[in-house]
């Protein structure tokens, strides 16, 4: 078989994408890098292999993980994340399913209030939502929960009801006459074919909420035990600007594994989910 020449067009393609994978892939191993290295290497030579003197093994991990508040982080962020991606999906999916069957202007009307919201900065309406999570008390998981279904739903809602205008009306209609009411056809006939963009909108929600550090900061800040991990990585950060670098780098490797393994396994569904929600609709 004769190898086929590659045209310039396919050329720049390939360094196009392999630029591309540097600048997504590089800032990750760039920490990585940086996780086993003490901090004053990490000041003088951040890019630099850990190699020598430079090399400190598990230490930095050892340091961050004996940090106090460290491991209940984990356990909140976790509990922050299913909890808030859970919530999303749930009632993103009822509202989306809902205002798409229901033609009515008010359903319209909040369709396109969902859409609006979505290119609105969180800046805007930053310092509202701090000083009414305070008013209602809303520093705690649940409390943060709510205010994440708040900011998520409007993609979510989007994404969903792109999905429902492409179920034919015939399978629902169908069901009504085997006996099924409303809330019966929604949850035995549309929920399991929404499982497409459910995934896609769990797996976009996961990773946002798990990586968030400015809305827990600012509700749940740094006082509480509801902490998670990016605000406790923040700590690391003296009081006089001293940073324990290396410390940080582990953690943030700690950080970042789970998701990746997350969107790793699962990526293809993200895929799958947008071409069915965003395309149909």
């Known amino acids: 078989m004769t190898k086929q020449k590659l045209g310039p067009v396919q050329v720049l393609v390939y360094i196009i994408l392999a630029f591309l994978t540097i600048v997504f892939v590089g800032p990750i191993l760039f920490i990585l890098m940086n996780s086993f290295k003490s901090k004053f290497a990490i000041s003088d030579h951040a890019f630099s292999l850990p190699v ?50 229901v033609k009515t202007w008010w359903t319209s009307a909040i369709y396109f209030m969902f859409v609006f919201s979505m290119v609105i900065p969180f800046q805007m309406v930053m310092f509202p939502t701090v000083k009414i999570a305070d008013m209602l008390h809303l520093n705690n998981p649940i409390g943060i929960t709510v205010l994440y279904l708040g900011f998520g739903s409007a993609l979510s809602v989007f994404m969903f009801s792109g999905f429902v205008k492409s179920i034919p009306l015939e399978i629902e209609e169908a069901a009504m006459i085997d006996g099924c009411g409303p809330m019966q056809t929604y949850f035995r006939v549309v929920l399991p074919m929404l499982k497409p963009t459910a995934i896609t909108v769990a797996i976009l929600n996961a990773m946002w909420v798990w990586n968030d550090y400015l809305l827990p900061y600012l509700v749940i800040g740094l006082s509480t035990e509801y902490k998670t991990i990016p605000v406790v990585v923040q700590s690391f950060v ?44």
Do not use: C, H
């Not at 940090?67 to 009632?91: D, M, N, P, Q, Y």
């Not at 953690?251 to 990746?260: D, F, G, H, S």
């Open 52 to 101: 020598g003197d430079m090399w400190v093994g598990f230490e930095n991990y050892a340091v961050g993980l004996l940090r106090e508040g460290f491991f209940w982080a984990i356990i909140w962020s976790f509990v922050i994340t299913i909890l808030s991606v859970i919530t999303i999906v749930f009632f993103s999916a009822m509202t989306a399913y809902y205002i798409t069957r």
């Open 238 to 281: 003296g009081s006089n600007g001293n940073r324990d670098l290396g410390a940080m780098m582990a953690m943030l490797v700690l950080a970042i594994i789970p998701i990746v393994v997350f969107y790793v396994s699962a990526q293809k569904y993200i895929i799958e989910g947008v071409a069915a929600g965003a395309v149909k609709g």
